[in-house]
Structures are given as structure tokens and as C-alpha cells.
């Protein structure tokens, strides 16, 4: 087994972007922020510290920021490089450096358990609306499910389907 520390150092891109993400929709949701860690060589390996919500929305907002922007932007960044390859056949350090981005970026999508945890407090609260119950509770699933995935590495496989599926889907489908 692989050191999480290890990992985190050749994927950090993806840890960058995965707290950033935090940071971007504790703004959008108006949430005080304390302090931001980007990326560190242990345990965890970023983390933003915000104040705490009773609003249960912006608790899953702030939960599922991360999948939302790390995905987009994973495919986006590994877009041209995967193009590129296809109609060339070849590829040049500049690609494979995208590729690469585009992987470590998506591989970091998934939230964490504390993530997972802090949505479940707000989906299971009284007060919260019965909508929120029904969407939050399997989203908190999923999350719980990704995070135990990444024991058998289902956070690489989602990175590669994301930064290399995706744009295959769509040069096929755009007729290239």
C-alpha cells in the first residue's frame, strides 16, 4: 500500500483544488473562513476551517463544492491533451504535463469523511427541509462510498474516466 502522503505529493494539484473549491463556495455562501491549508505532507493533506452553518444547503454546497469544480476542470484541463493526442498520434511533454493535471485534479474530487460528515449533520437535522433529507441522504452515500473506494483506488479510476472519457465522448459525439 501506497503512503496517503506520497500520493498527495504526486497528485497536489488535486489537493489545491479540492481546498480552493471548499474556499470558493464558503464564499458563495457568504461562510467566515478561518484559515486554509492548500496542501501539507501529512495528515490531512489540505483542509479549510470555516465557521459553522445551521443552513443545511449551504452545508452541501460547501460539502460537494469540490466534485462539482474538480471534475469540470480535471476534463477541461486534459481536454486538449487527449485531442491532441487522438489526431496526432503523439504527444508532447506539454500534453502529458495536462494529462497529468487533469488526473491529479479529478483523482481529488471526491469529498472526505469529514465532508460526508458535516452534510449528514445538516441532512439529518429537525429542522431540515424534507427535500434537502431526500437529495442530502444519498449524496452523503455516494461520498462515504467514494471515500471507502479510494482503498481500491476508485478515486484513480474516477480520475482517469473524467479527464480521458469525457473528452473521448465528446470528439466521438462532436463527429472528430
Known amino acids: 500500500m501506497i503512503p496517503g502522503w506520497i500520493i498527495g505529493l504526486l497528485t497536489f494539484p488535486g489537493v489545491i483544488v479540492h481546498e480552493l473549491a471548499h474556499q470558493l463556495f464558503c464564499r458563495w455562501a457568504r461562510v467566515a473562513i478561518f484559515e486554509v491549508k492548500y496542501f501539507q505532507l501529512k495528515n490531512p493533506a489540505g483542509y479549510v476551517l470555516h465557521e ?8 452541501v454546497l460547501i460539502g460537494v463544492g469540490p ?3 474538480n471534475s469540470v476542470l480535471g476534463a477541461l484541463i486534459a481536454m486538449p491533451a487527449i485531442i491532441s493526442v487522438m489526431k496526432f498520434e503523439s504527444g508532447s511533454p506539454l500534453e502529458y504535463l495536462l494529462m497529468w493535471l487533469g488526473i491529479s485534479i479529478t483523482m481529488h474530487a471526491f469529498p472526505s469523511i469529514g465532508d460526508a460528515a458535516n452534510i449528514w449533520k445538516s441532512v439529518t437535522a429537525k429542522e431540515t427541509n424534507l427535500l ?9 452515500g455516494l461520498i462515504y462510498l467514494g471515500a471507502l473506494g479510494s482503498v481500491f483506488w476508485l478515486d484513480l479510476v474516477y480520475g482517469l474516466a473524467i479527464s480521458y472519457a469525457v473528452p473521448l465522448v465528446l470528439i466521438k459525439v462532436m463527429g472528430g
Not at 459553522?52 to 452545508?59: S, V, Y
Not at 434537502?132 to 452523503?140: M, R, Y
Open 132 to 140: 434537502v433529507k431526500i437529495i442530502g441522504a444519498p449524496v452523503v
Open 67 to 69: 466534485f462539482i469544480v
Open 52 to 59: 459553522r452553518t445551521n443552513n443545511p444547503l449551504k452545508n
